[in-house]
């Protein structure tokens, strides 16, 4: 099985609200589902965990960072591509606090033109009452280790 590192954002504003971005497949190996997940993307070109963030931070929303600090979760698991491949994807988490909820989609490559549907800034608890799904599952936890890093 072929892995897949990558680095995902939690993304949080003023307000406590973290990003995130909602999948719509069609016409690929997860035609049907929707799901709303955290920015972020593979590792490309020999990159490091931080310098994908980075890219992937910048070609998402627009927002850009020299910096991060290092990450505050990471998971492992099995998951399906739109290719239909299956792969172990690695996912390092990095925080990211922002003045602004002003994000650019014009970094987009057309895949993800194709399949991010619509983004939203998520209260906790709003997400949690909304019935949606979402990923990753432990967002809870993981957003409450970036409000005591930020604490710090």
Same mark, same amino acid.
């Given at each position: 099985?072929?892995?897949?590192? @990558?680095?995902?954002?939690?993304?949080?504003?003023?307000?406590?609200?973290?990003?995130?971005?909602?999948?719509?497949?069609?016409?690929?190996?997860?035609?049907?589902?929707?799901?709303?997940?955290?920015?972020?993307?593979?590792?490309?070109?020999?990159?490091?965990?931080?310098?994908?963030?980075?890219?992937?931070?910048?070609?998402?929303?627009?927002?850009?960072?020299?910096?991060?600090?290092?990450?505050?979760?990471?998971?492992?698991?099995?998951?399906?591509?739109?290719?239909?491949?299956?792969?172990?994807?690695?996912?390092?988490?990095?925080?990211?606090?922002?003045?602004?909820?002003?994000?650019?989609?014009?970094?987009?490559?057309?895949?993800?033109?194709?399949?991010? @549907?619509?983004?939203?800034?998520?209260?906790?608890?709003?997400?949690?009452? @909304?019935?949606?799904?979402?990923?990753?599952?432990?967002?809870?936890?993981?957003?409450?280790?970036?409000?005591? @890093?930020?604490?710090?």
């Amino acid at each position: 099985m072929n892995t897949r590192p @990558s680095a995902r954002l939690l993304i949080i504003d003023p307000q406590q609200r973290v990003l995130l971005f909602c999948f719509t497949h069609k016409a690929d190996a997860l035609d049907g589902q929707r799901y709303w997940a955290t920015p972020g993307g593979a590792l490309e070109n020999h990159e490091s965990w931080k310098q994908a963030a980075i890219r992937e931070l910048f070609e998402e929303t627009g927002i850009i960072r020299t910096q991060l600090d290092d990450a505050i979760g990471y998971r492992a698991f099995e998951m399906q591509l739109p290719s239909g491949e299956v792969v172990l994807a690695q996912e390092h988490y990095y925080t990211v606090h922002v003045v602004q909820q002003e994000i650019s989609t014009a970094g987009w490559s057309k895949h993800e033109r194709e399949v991010m @549907s619509d983004y939203h800034w998520w209260e906790l608890k709003e997400l949690i009452c @909304s019935g949606e799904r979402y990923y990753p599952e432990n967002l809870t936890a993981l957003l409450e280790i970036a409000h005591q @890093s930020a604490a710090r």
